[in-house]
């Protein structure tokens, strides 16, 4: 798998999406923005606890 993003950057781009009003759904984001996907799920167990920290749930 290759990981481009730390975790501190996942956090950053999903607070991005939520500030710029893209929905930060998991099915969305998987098709929008693939490369945040892989690296959120390889930093946290799963994708809501992504938002979790992105403290958007």
């Known amino acids: 798998m290759d990981i481009t993003l730390q975790a501190d ?3 950053n781009r999903i ?3 939520q500030s ?5 759904s ?4 998987k ?3 693939p490369e ?4 959120a799920l390889f930093h946290f167990p ?3 606890h992504a938002l979790k920290n992105a403290e958007l749930l």
């Not at 998991?26 to 984001?29: C, T």
């Not at 945040?36 to 690296?39: A, G, I």
Request: charged share 30%; net charge positive.
């Open 46 to 48: 799963s994708w809501d």
């Open 31 to 33: 098709q929008s923005d």
């Open 9 to 11: 950057e996942v956090i």
């Open 20 to 24: 710029n009003g893209a929905t930060v």
């Open 15 to 17: 607070r991005q999406l």
């Open 26 to 29: 998991k099915k969305q984001v």
């Open 36 to 39: 945040l996907m892989r690296n």
